[in-house]
């Protein structure tokens, strides 16, 4: 199984993309693909999770900016990001937790909000 992460971007202060998580070949048993974003010189964290239980997980700094969705058949995983700001510039990427399995990363995508 493999993620691709697309959709990323230079968008100014206030704008918003949408990213999306390409997942190729079966995912389960699946437990949850999540959003994560690393800036330079900083930790990789957490942005938002969705479980295959239907739990949805944000990061403060992203409610009521971001929203995680995903198909029905779990073959992409979106996530929509509104007014977004500078600090939110970051390389973004999706991963993939299964039971009993290595997590699995994607390559990532660069969005860079400018000011």
């Known amino acids: 199984v493999q993620l691709q992460a697309s959709g990323g971007g230079l968008v100014q202060t206030g704008r918003s993309l949408r990213l999306s998580c390409a997942v190729s070949?079966?995912?389960?048993?699946?437990?949850?693909i999540g959003w994560y974003r690393q800036a330079p010189g900083k930790q990789r964290e957490l942005v938002a999770t969705i479980t295959t239980g239907g739990n949805i997980n944000y990061a403060d700094f992203v409610k009521g900016r971001f929203t995680i969705s995903r198909t029905n058949a779990w073959n992409m995983v979106y996530l929509q990001m509104n007014s977004l700001k500078p600090e939110d510039t970051a390389v973004y990427l999706c991963?993939?937790?299964?039971?009993?399995?290595?997590?699995?990363w994607g390559q990532g995508t660069q969005v860079t909000v400018s000011s």
């Open positions: 991963n993939m937790i299964r039971l009993e399995r290595p997590i699995v």
């Open positions: 070949g079966s995912p389960f048993p699946l437990r949850s």
